[in-house]
């Protein structure tokens, strides 16, 4: 049995989309968005730590013990850059919302 495929018209706050950019892609939250001038703005995940990155001390996929980080910025993306599957089985474990938050008021 296969699963049905949801693809969003519209992107909703607070939930995760895939990013896409020259490396591949990242999980990206979602969590303000400006329609009308096209702008979004997110926050990327990944599994690698660079320069600019946060660890978080659980990772945003349930059961898994890989580490996550969190670019330290958030980004402002267009709606092109954004895929329109919503990314369903990504959380935000509650011991980080506090490190999210500090990120989200940064823009």
Do not use: C, Q, W
């Amino acid at each position: 049995m296969s699963r049905k495929k949801y693809f969003a018209k519209r992107l909703l706050k607070g939930k995760f989309y895939y990013h896409a950019d020259t490396k591949g892609g990242h999980p990206a939250y979602l969590y303000k968005k400006k329609d009308n001038k096209n702008m979004y703005f997110v926050i990327l995940f990944s599994t690698s730590y660079r320069y600019g990155r946060r660890k978080l001390k659980k990772s945003i996929e349930p059961g898994r013990n890989k580490e996550s980080y969190a670019t330290e910025n958030p980004s402002i993306v267009k709606r092109r850059e954004l895929s329109s599957k919503e990314l369903t089985r990504l959380r935000i474990h509650k011991v980080d919302k506090p490190t999210i938050e500090v990120i989200k008021r940064k823009k």
